[in-house]
């Protein structure tokens, strides 16, 4: 069975929290046994080497121990304590209270047994098991005897274990209960956290099935969000695009069908004898086949474009000269719809960039041709031209008719023409101002459009320039 991420994530965090409940657990009862217990066996031990001069001093005196057996009193007046009295004083000599060691508190006098050089017992706690703390006592480099130190966990009492079990079973209830919090604080951490992650993950289901429309409700500011936002931002770009590539075919499908239609026409009038053919049905047919041409090259050329495979030969060249070139080939084309081409820049000025001439004069060629068709019979095209430093700008204004505002964004997507006065009835593919901006954005330049104070429309072209060559 495959674990989903919520189930991952809690289990992780549930499992932490039991082995840090179970780390602390240990950690208290290592603590216990080895810490606290550790420094009492440890100050007991250092008690029993503060007993052994005494001891040997005594051993030295008698020659034996037979003057310990039997005899408690004399025995606790060796291991007593420095100053300590055999009987608590009612007035204390110095006027203040004998306060006993920290060793003494155990009763670590009670668990003192004296052991001959045979380890058989002298004197004291008899329940001296194997595993007492032993001491040699040494006279004149003889061991003579041994004081044995019964550990303190041995000598514990019923209600101390009691007090022990206690402390251990309280223990283990709060390990318990922070398991069970962990539990619950898990299960609403990995509700709490993942649930914009499922809705994400939903809707990129639904994304990839082909609804372009949905979408991620954004509830927070963390990186979850911004998630949220990137996946809304990529489904809307997506919308756009096949929105884009829905119409790009429908175009296509429309402007081939067009030509084809008229070829198909006219051939079949000359094949029923309808139209004879003459020169005029054969200019007619040419004239269909070329604009199915145009539209073919036109595809090509923005395919190229678009993925960055037009070849470009750059060199230094005046970009103004190429414009004038340009333009004195459309003069007599724009005579017959007496359009009058107005120049309105230093003509004998230059301005040189480092670009392609054939490009150039390409995107120029486009601009002057959508303005030639867009344009009203009578009316003006103005080129002008400024320039600083570090780029060249060529304003083309025309005359009515306009586009609307709203549909100025749209001029430089492929096939795209405003409706009415700008409409397919003045022919054209519809693709010359995208390859144009293509051309511009291959020399780091830039295309925009917007409404000309003649009643038409704007295109400005900016171009950088190149660097002065040294004299």
């Not at 000599?93 to 060793?103: C, F, I, M």
């Not at 499908?253 to 008229?262: G, M």
């Not at 970009?319 to 333009?327: D, M, R």
């Amino acid at each position: 069975m495959r674990l989903g991420i919520t189930a991952k994530l809690f289990l992780a965090i549930l499992l932490t929290c039991v082995l840090a409940s179970f780390a602390m657990l240990g950690a208290m009862r290592y603590s216990f046994h080895h810490g606290f217990l550790g420094y009492l066996n440890e100050q007991e031990a250092q008690r029993v080497e503060s007993v052994l001069p005494k001891l040997a001093a005594a051993y030295r005196q008698h020659g034996n121990w037979d003057f310990l057996r039997d005899r408690p009193r004399v025995w606790f007046s060796l291991v007593r304590p420095e100053g300590m009295p055999l009987h608590e004083p009612s007035t204390p000599p110095n006027g203040k209270p004998y306060t006993l060691p920290d060793s003494e508190l155990t009763g670590v006098i009670m668990r003192f047994s004296l052991l001959d050089a045979q380890k058989q017992l002298v004197i004291g706690n008899p329940r001296t098991g194997h595993n007492a703390i032993l001491k040699p006592i040494d006279v004149n480099g003889q061991t003579v005897g041994w004081v044995a130190l019964t550990p303190l966990e041995q000598v514990i009492s019923g209600v101390a274990q009691r007090f022990h079990r206690q402390q251990s079973n309280s223990g283990w209830i709060i390990v318990v209960i922070a398991i069970v919090l962990a539990a619950i604080v898990a299960w609403l951490l990995a509700r709490i956290f993942l649930a914009p992650l499922k809705r994400i993950t939903a809707s990129t289901h639904s994304l990839a099935a082909g609804d372009y429309a949905a979408r991620v409700p954004v509830s927070s500011g963390d990186e979850l969000g911004q998630l949220a936002e990137d996946f809304n931002r990529l489904a809307l770009t997506l919308e756009k695009n096949e929105t884009l590539r829905r119409n790009f075919m429908a175009d296509i499908s429309h402007e081939l069908r067009t030509p084809l239609a008229v070829l198909k026409g006219e051939l079949e009038a000359v094949e029923d004898g309808i139209r004879p053919m003459s020169l005029a049905s054969i200019r007619s047919l040419q004239a269909e086949v070329g604009t199915l041409g145009k539209l073919i090259d036109d595809l090509h050329q923005l395919s190229l474009s678009d993925v960055g495979a037009l070849a470009y030969r750059k060199i230094r060249v005046d970009v103004l000269a190429i414009l004038l070139q340009t333009a004195a080939l459309f003069e007599e084309r724009f005579a017959e719809k007496q359009i009058r081409i107005d120049l309105r820049f230093d003509t004998t000025q230059a301005a040189y960039c480092h670009a392609d001439p054939l490009r150039l004069q390409q995107m120029f060629g486009n601009l002057l041709e959508n303005a030639y068709r867009y344009t009203d019979t009578g009316g003006v095209l103005e080129i002008g031209c400024t320039h600083d430093d570090a780029s060249v700008q060529l304003d083309f204004q025309d005359s009515t008719p306009g586009v609307p505002a709203d549909k100025l964004p749209h001029l430089f997507e492929r096939f795209y023409r405003a409706d009415h006065s700008r409409s397919r009835a003045t022919g054209g593919s519809g693709l010359g101002l995208a390859i144009s901006r293509n051309i511009a954005e291959a020399h780091q330049g830039s295309m925009r459009a917007q409404a000309s104070p003649l009643g038409g429309l704007w295109i400005a072209v900016t171009l950088p320039l190149a660097a002065k060559e040294a004299a």
